[in-house]
């Protein structure tokens, strides 16, 4: 099994002069819905940095303009949640962007379930 090769880089020494920083932000990535091509933008960009700010799946469908399809139903199960990752993971320009720069990932609910806070 390979990888492709992705770019990365380490955090400047707390005493260099730092003229810039390039991020980008990015959340709430619904695989059916198809619009992935901010992330081809987003490796052309050359960020230093791209922070995804939850919702990276969606455990179940929604939307009535679908241009791709999930494969089965709503996941439950470990190996469903792992089969949904493989699935967005697959898309060329999601793929451009995890190797053109290091990132940063925090979940929200659809990780886990919708709405999942108790009460």
């Known amino acids: 099994v390979t990888s492709p090769v992705g770019r990365t880089k380490t955090?400047?020494?707390?005493?260099?002069?730092?003229?810039?920083?390039?991020?980008?932000f990015a959340s709430c990535q619904q695989?059916?819905?198809?619009?992935?091509?901010?992330?081809?933008?987003?490796a052309e960009e050359e960020f230093d940095l791209i922070v995804h700010l939850g919702d990276?799946?969606?455990?179940?469908?929604?939307?009535?303009?679908?241009?791709r399809h999930h494969e089965?139903?709503?996941i439950i199960?470990?190996?469903d949640y792992r089969n949904r990752y493989i699935?967005?993971?697959s898309d060329p320009d999601l793929q451009a962007a995890h190797?053109?720069?290091?990132w940063v990932v925090?979940?929200?609910?659809?990780?886990?379930d919708n709405n999942y806070a108790a009460g």
């Open 77 to 79: 199960g470990l190996g």
């Open 11 to 24: 955090a400047p020494a707390a005493s260099a002069n730092l003229e810039e920083f390039r991020f980008a």
């Open 106 to 112: 925090t979940w929200d609910d659809h990780e886990v």
């Open 31 to 42: 695989y059916e819905h198809g619009f992935f091509t901010a992330y081809q933008h987003m």
């Open 56 to 67: 990276y799946i969606y455990e179940s469908s929604w939307g009535e303009v679908l241009v």
């Open 99 to 102: 190797a053109s720069a290091p």
């Open 72 to 74: 089965g139903p709503e």
């Open 87 to 89: 699935t967005y993971k």
